[in-house]
Each structure stands twice: as structure tokens, then as C-alpha cells.
T-cell receptor
Framework: GAGVSQSPSNKVTEKGKDVELRCDPI?????LYWYRQSLGQGLEFLIY????????KSGLPSDRFSAERTGGSVSTLTIQRTQQEDSAVYLC????????????FGPGTRLTVL | GNSVTQMEGPVTLSEEAFLTINCTYT??????LFWYVQYPGEGLQLLLK?????DKGSNKGFEATYRKETTSFHLEKGSVQVSDSAVYFC??????????????FGSGTQLTVLP
């Protein structure tokens, strides 16, 4: 079956522009995570959605970052006024429910801020 | 807080050599431990996991044992292959009431296996 998909696979933008990254989780997965993979910081948790509950935003690095999940499925991560330090690979993962269920990762979106 | 310290790479081995990648952790509560692998051009994949002390996770010839007394989860393989070339991430997750249960990752270890 289809795995987690993300789009675009690559995004190059200019400093100060806004970007939107999309994640399509595996059908039926109620939990969705965003992570960021960067050279200086490794793999960091950003935000978590579970069903209709309020998201856990504790990993977002600044108020320029936001995310939403519509209809409990597709999620969009938005970065406003991008900075060069936002350059990273943004990974999305989904799982059935919280707990020991495996998180399945998408291929990521490589963001480059010039 | 939670953290994972992982052996820094890169690691270069010849085919059929023995592999060890060290991983130690600090956690509040009782973590589950994981090894993820990222092959070139692919997404992160779960390699193996262990959910309690003394558990051994194994997959594709790789093994790791959850050692609570040394807070470690070292990855081992007796005979590596060229196809094992990838980046390996150690990770933990603490399940507690109200938490997001996100993964906390180590910095990753690049493994290159030469024929």
C-alpha cells in the first residue's frame, strides 16, 4: 500500500518568503508528526497531531512555524518569513495511534533558503 | 529531559567485518529504544526496537540489547554487506500521560561498507 508522501521533494526559496510543505499520511493513521533534519541540530521533533485533539506544538522553534491538519488527514507545515537557518529536510511521520505503534516516515522535503 | 548520544561517524568497514555503533541515552521515565536506518535517497525506516530492559531487538542480521544498567542500546552486526551502507539513528520514546510520544534521535552515524 501507499506510504507517507510529502511534497514538494525539494523547495528553494528566498529569505523572507513563506513556504508550505505538505504531508499525506498513511490512510487510517490518526497520529501525525513533523520532524526537522538539519546539519547542526540533527533530527528534531516539531509538532504532533492526534485525531481531533489540539496539536502538541512544543517542538516548534519559533512563531514563524505553524501547521494544520485538515480532516484528520493531510497536514501542511507553513514557515513564514523564511530564514537561512530554516534550511533543512522536513520529515513527516504517521502512526496508527499513540503508543508503541511504529512511526512510518515520508521521504522528506528538502528546503533551501537562499 | 530526554537525549540520545550516538557514536559519531563516519564509519568505514570492509565487507564481512563486525559492526558496532554505540548508543547511550538519558530519559525521564521508561523509554522504548529504536534503531532507524536511512538508505541513500530513501526515507527513515525502523530497523529494530526494544521496549523494556534486557529485551533484544533484531532484524536483517542486526541486533541491539536494551541495557538499563548502562543506559545503552548498541547496534551490532556480525558481518556487514555493501548494501548496509546507510545512516543509522538511535532513538528513544517515552510514553507518559499527555505526552506526544515523539521520538528523540541521536545525531546519526554514516556507515560505508566497501567491497
Amino acid at each position: 500500500g501507499a506510504g507517507v508522501s510529502q511534497s514538494p521533494s525539494n523547495k528553494v526559496t528566498e529569505k523572507g518568503k513563506d513556504v508550505e510543505l505538505r504531508c499525506d499520511p498513511i490512510s487510517g493513521h490518526t497520529a501525525l508528526y513533523w520532524y526537522r533534519q538539519s546539519l547542526g541540530q540533527g533530527l528534531e521533533f516539531l509538532i504532533y497531531f492526534q485525531g481531533n485533539s489540539a496539536p502538541d506544538k512544543s517542538g516548534l522553534p519559533s512563531d514563524r512555524f505553524s501547521a494544520e491538519r485538515t480532516g484528520g488527514s493531510v497536514s501542511t507545515l507553513t514557515i513564514q518569513r523564511t530564514q537561512q537557518e530554516d534550511s533543512a529536510v522536513y520529515l513527516c511521520a504517521s502512526s496508527l495511534v499513540r503508543g508503541e505503534n511504529e512511526q512510518f516516515f515520508g521521504p522528506g522535503t528538502r528546503l533551501t533558503v537562499l | 529531559g530526554n537525549s540520545v548520544t550516538q557514536m559519531e561517524g563516519p564509519v568505514t568497514l570492509s565487507e564481512e567485518a563486525f559492526l558496532t555503533i554505540n548508543c547511550t541515552y538519558t530519559a525521564t521515565g521508561y523509554p522504548s529504544l529504536f534503531w532507524y536506518v536511512q538508505y541513500p535517497g530513501e526515507g527513515l525506516q525502523l530497523l529494530l526496537k526494544a521496549t523494556k530492559a534486557d529485551d533484544k531487538g533484531s532484524n536483517k542480521g542486526f541486533e541491539a540489547t536494551y541495557r538499563k544498567e548502562t543506559t545503552s542500546f548498541h547496534l551490532e552486526k556480525g558481518s556487514v554487506q555493501v548494501s548496509d551502507s546507510a545512516v543509522y539513528f538511535c532513538a528513544l520514546r517515552v510514553i507518559s500521560s499527555g505526552s506526544a510520544r515523539q521520538l528523540t534521535f541521536g545525531s546519526g552515524t554514516q556507515l560505508t561498507v566497501l567491497p
